[in-house]
């Protein structure tokens, strides 16, 4: 039989509040603390704090049979340290069970990756530092924001170290190949690549509580008895952990359907791993030429590059770096990586079709374009405070007046 891998990816942003032209020179309060503090409490309530609870009771129930990952961002851990510190104490309980492991991602969730080697080397060693800090754990696999993945991102990661990396399990890479099995990204020598298998991960993710959909309603026996004639190395379960009872509600019998989803497996001969132990060989070479992330039906970066608005927002937002780091104002680098947050760029997103109700989930604005001006107009400020500082560097962004909005 082939094990489960459970991977649950934990992330809340420093939303940005509504920040107006009229605010340039006058105000560096760019973050809407009020507003992240009521979201990081809600969910804590109806998600981490009950998930991670149900969490202790399996893995003491079957004696540390019951094994899960988890990549935790480092704008979350912040906030669970300021706004909900019951959360923070509870995964530090399930990092002491040894039976849960904490990987590597970009501290502020961001898409440096896509956009500035240096700035996405800096972002992954700020979050192992917070890992080790928190959980006392040396993460040893790699997760990119969104699972945004390509060739060169595998072998960033496999020059920093890491044994693995998780990428999307999309059919246009895989063909004719399972998402089950371990494979090897093109050009690196020596890491796994873990593949999610979309269609069982979005079952719990997306379509628990659908009833329309031709499953509904799934348990925690039906759902194995799917899994149990599955061959592979790994049945690759990655999903927001948010699904427990914030995506899928309390009264959707979200948690009751985890509670007994490990007695079914184990019935069937199915146990858990997590990514590092994960011991087969690559069954294959993939290339990824293309980045490929696991966000919406295209299972690409148009999430938060697809229209000219969030183009020019993280343009300029990573032109204005070098200036930024070269301060050594450390309140302005910390905004400045604040803004790096994919989220900010999501909400800019213009695809309002079949994945709207996405896009405005926690979403603070009416519209795309609100997104956008309250971004441009914090990059104006940021533009303002270098000036006023005197750091003023020679790239053509900071030459002009403002920028355009």
């Keep these: 039989m082939t094990n489960v891998c459970f991977y649950f990816q934990v992330h809340q942003p420093f939303r940005l509040r509504k920040y107006s032209l009229f605010d340039i020179g006058t105000s560096t309060d760019y973050f809407d603390e009020q507003r992240n503090r009521s979201i990081m409490q809600r969910v804590a309530q109806k998600c981490y704090l009950p998930a991670n609870k149900l969490l202790l009771e399996l893995i003491s129930k079957y004696n540390g049979k019951f094994k899960a990952s988890f990549s935790i961002t480092g704008t979350a851990l912040e906030q669970f340290e300021q706004y909900a510190p019951r959360v ?71 020059k920093m170290g890491y044994k693995a990396i998780l990428a999307e399990g999309a059919d246009h890479i895989l063909g004719w190949r399972s998402p089950n099995f371990v494979y090897k990204p093109k050009g690196t020598s020596r890491i796994k690549l873990l593949l999610k298998n979309y269609r069982l991960s979005d079952d719990i993710a997306f379509r628990f509580s659908d009833r329309k959909w031709e499953g509904w309603p799934v348990n925690a026996q039906k759902f194995a008895s799917w899994l149990a004639p599955i061959y592979g190395d790994t049945i690759n379960l990655f999903i927001d952990y948010e699904t427990f009872g914030e995506h899928q509600w309390d009264d959707t019998g979200i948690f009751n359907f985890l509670k007994h989803l490990p007695a079914e497996l184990f019935k069937k ?137």
Aim: net charge negative.
């Design 88 to 158: 923070l104490d509870s995964f530090k309980a399930l990092a002491d069970t040894g039976c849960v492991e904490f990987l590597s991602e970009t501290y502020h969730h961001s898409l440096a990756s896509l956009y500035n080697k240096e700035e996405f080397i800096q972002q992954v060693e700020l979050h192992y530092k917070a890992v080790r800090k928190h959980f006392g754990a040396r993460p040893l696999v790699f997760r990119n924001t969104e699972l945004c993945f390509n060739n060169q991102i595998a072998a960033l990661a496999e």
């Design 269 to 405: 001969g199915i146990g858990f791993h997590v990514p590092s132990q994960i011991e087969a060989e690559p069954k294959d070479e993939l290339d990824f030429h293309n980045t490929v992330s696991w966000a919406d039906m295209e299972r690409d970066t148009s999430a938060w590059t697809g229209n000219k608005m969030q183009q020019s927002a993280i343009e300029n937002l990573y032109a204005l770096r070098d200036a930024v780091l070269a301060s050594k104002d450390e309140a302005l680098i910390t905004s400045w990586r604040k803004l790096t947050t994919s989220d900010h760029f999501y909400y800019m997103c213009t695809k309002w079709f079949s994945d709207g109700d996405v896009h405005k989930y926690f979403n603070p604005y009416e519209s795309p374009y609100d997104a956008f001006i309250s971004f441009m107009n914090v990059l104006n400020d940021i533009i303002h405070k270098l000036r006023i500082e005197k750091q003023l560097k020679t790239q053509s962004v900071l030459q002009n007046q403002w920028i355009r909005v």
